[in-house]
Each structure stands twice: as structure tokens, then as C-alpha cells.
């Protein structure tokens, strides 16, 4: 469902309320998205794995023949990890 910016301001309870995805536009043009949190957890989570996904494979490409030994920070940097307390859902 597309709506503007004006009525989702005065339907926000009722689009939030909804368990379908709303399109949020200005002049009519798109300009946002609203959807279910369960629905957004799960693009997370794809969008984690396929980056993991990514990781593996550099990880793989990268030792492909090597038999060095490599710290843990080391393995992170060149994987790409940051080293943060940020939480994974």
C-alpha cells in the first residue's frame, strides 16, 4: 500500500498496527518503507548470513594453500569484522 506522508502521519497507529508492508511517499515519489519488526528482523538476519556467507568465502580464498598460524585480530581484520560490542540479532 502506498501512502503520503500527510496520511501516514494521520493513520501511523492503523499502519503500524497492520501486517502489511506500507510505502511511505512524498510528492509521489517514494521515500520510505514501513513494515512489520518481524519482518525486518528477518531481512537483518539474511542480510548477517549472506555477509558471513562473504566471509567464509574470502576466508576461503585467502588460506587456499597457507598454513601460517594468524592472531584472532589479525583473522578479523581480514575478514572484515569489526571488533565492537554491538549485539546480533
Not at 69 to 78: N, V, Y
Amino acid at each position: 500500500m502506498q501512502v503520503s506522508i500527510s496520511d501516514a502521519k494521520k493513520h501511523l497507529n492503523q499502519l503500524v498496527s497492520s501486517d502489511d508492508a506500507s510505502i511511505i511517499t512524498k510528492n509521489g515519489s517514494p521515500k520510505a518503507a514501513l513494515i512489520p519488526y518481524e519482518e525486518y528482523v528477518k531481512m537483518i538476519r539474511l542480510q548477517r548470513e549472506q555477509e558471513d556467507l562473504a566471509a567464509i568465502k574470502r576466508a576461503d580464498e585467502f588460506f587456499a594453500g597457507k598454513r601460517e598460524a594468524m592472531s584472532q585480530d589479525e583473522l578479523d581484520d581480514m575478514l572484515g569484522f569489526k571488533n565492537d560490542s554491538e549485539s546480533r540479532l
